[in-house]
């Protein structure tokens, strides 16, 4: 061997990468990772990630009450709509149990929810220092096993025989493995790929997260004729403010009070029920519906009673004391936004509004009614915040089996080659999405590849 030679290879330096590489190098393998990033932008869209969702029987760390296997699935079921292997899903909901436990035995900190945030303090488990916290803390903890880990290290080409991996290349360098775990996230930072499914309208996307998940090693991976899973259009997207940056904007950007007022597009119309379900089931749809309106822009809009009740992001609203003015302020028609207004809120029929429940206080007769929370947009000073799509992650991936290893088209898997994270996530998540079930995924499937990417390097 020479000293580019390992145990195990992983590409990609988020938490699924991360993971796969401790859990290899604590079995006692020589492990190399290999991240595209530089050292300050490590750590993929891990880093911007706040939470997990984990199945837990009775209370468990910062979480409270149960959240058993059949709820859990309930909840994927309909936010996937059936799209998931339901064998892998139920085996990554049983090992997600231990998911918190095995980040804290390895540094990692978790808090309880925030105020403000939603409805999630008995499913959601929140890291203390968010994703940063948790990135730092187990590249902390990979080091001190002896993973080699190498930044600005983007893998552009992959060495195979057969479907048994060889080696990886970043440029001219040679990193050859008995193993190889893939987990270099999405493609969603590739423009010229999204524009594929979505045509010229990604113009007007804006990208949460890293503009190092290119989706490289995905091609690498698809051209082996690896199997894929998903499709290139179904992608993890929400509403964020339109004033983010291209990259990078992260949670701070992110527009959590649809569910408390209207949205409206360019013509100053609503177009979706704000109030379909609870905001963490439903924000993750809201990044497609604002693509499809006129150049993929829409409008909050909310008056003071909605002010305190969500989580503000970063950038302060439009505000004005009437709903022309505020029509004015963010280029809608004012008599057209005061007549949806006004239509709106004559709608609103009986009910009290309580945002811990799905209360049931709904418009009637409008040809899209609210369904829950309809509470009048009446309240001076109005607000509102302009919306972009904000894509988070693609779904479009490679398909694994139970012990994580990417299947070849014939559907044998490859002995060697095993892939965790956003880049397999379409096997669970085959649309719509769960908050926190992202870093489950990662979570569950690196450890899943790093035991036996582990058990086939040391032949146990
Ligand atoms: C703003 C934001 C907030 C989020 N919040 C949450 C949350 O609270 N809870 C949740 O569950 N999920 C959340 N997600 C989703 C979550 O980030 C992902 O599901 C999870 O982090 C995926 O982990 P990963 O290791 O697969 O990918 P990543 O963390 O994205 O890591 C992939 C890594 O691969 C590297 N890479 C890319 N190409 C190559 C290559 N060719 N060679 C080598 N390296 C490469 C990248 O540099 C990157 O570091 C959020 C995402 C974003 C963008």
């Known amino acids: 061997m ?56 009775g209370p468990l760390s910062v979480l409270s009450g149960t959240y058993d296997e059949e709820e859990y699935f309930d909840d994927l079921l309909r936010v996937t709509k059936g799209k998931t292997n339901e064998p892998l899903a139920r ?18 900190q978790f808090q309880p929810p925030l105020g ?36 600005n290290a983007m893998v552009d080409k992959l060495d195979f025989d057969g479907d048994r991996f060889r080696a990886a290349w970043v440029g001219d360098l040679c990193f050859s493995g008995k193993t ?44 082996q004729n690896f199997q894929s899973v998903g499709t290139a259009d179904q992608c993890h997207a929400v509403a964020i403010d339109g ?64 002010i305190g009740k969500f989580m503000p992001p970063v950038f302060p609203p439009e505000k004005a004391n009437t709903i022309e003015e505020l029509a004015e302020k963010i280029g809608l028609d004012s008599k057209v936004l005061a007549k949806t207004v006004s239509d709106y809120n004559a709608a609103i029929g009986p009910g009290e509004f309580d945002h811990t429940e799905l209360d049931g206080l709904a418009t009637d007769g409008l040809a ?23 894509i988070t992650f693609t779904y479009l991936g490679v398909k694994i089996d139970a012990q994580g290893r990417v299947l070849t088209q014939n559907g044998q898997p490859s002995p060697n080659t095993f892939a965790a994270g956003e ?13 926190g079930i992202g870093m489950t995924i990662g979570n569950v499937f690196g450890q899943i590849a790093g035991e036996e990417a582990a058990r086939y390097a040391l032949n146990r």
């Open 2 to 57: 020479n000293s580019n030679s390992f145990d195990l290879v992983v590409a990609g330096g988020g938490q699924a990468g991360l993971i796969a590489a401790i859990v290899a190098a604590e079995a006692g393998c020589s492990v190399c990772l290999l991240e595209g990033a530089p050292l300050e932008y490590r750590g993929g869209n891990t880093r911007h990630t706040r939470n997990l969702r984990p199945m837990h029987k």
């Open 91 to 108: 085996m990554m909901l049983q090992r997600s149990q231990t998911s918190v436990q095995w980040l804290e035995q390895r540094g990692v």
């Open 116 to 151: 403000g945030t939603l409805h999630l303090g008995r499913t959601n488990a929140f890291f203390l220092g968010g994703g940063k916290q948790l990135v730092n803390a187990l590249f902390r903890h990979a080091e001190s096993l002896g993973v080699e880990v190498h930044y």
């Open 180 to 223: 190889f775990v893939a987990a270099a996230g999405g493609f969603e930072a590739n423009l010229d790929w999204l524009r594929e499914s979505w045509g010229d309208v990604v113009d007007n996307f804006l990208i949460r997260g890293t503009p190092y998940n290119t989706g490289g090693l995905l091609k690498l991976m698809l051209e």
């Open 243 to 306: 004033r983010a940056p291209k990259f990078d904007g992260g949670i701070c950007t992110r527009v959590d009070c649809v569910s408390l007022g209207i949205v409206v597009n360019e013509n100053a119309e609503r177009f979706y029920d704000e109030g379909e379900d609870f905001w963490p089931k439903r924000y993750a749809i809201w990044g497609r519906l604002v693509a499809k309106q006129p150049n993929q822009v829409g409008h909050v809009i909310i008056d003071q009673k909605a």
């Open 368 to 390: 899209v009614n609210k369904t829950n929370w309809a509470r009048s947009i009446a309240t001076p000073p109005f607000y509102a915040y302009t919306l972009k799509p904000g």
């Open 423 to 435: 880049i397999m996530a379409g096997n669970v998540l085959g649309e719509g999405y769960l908050a």
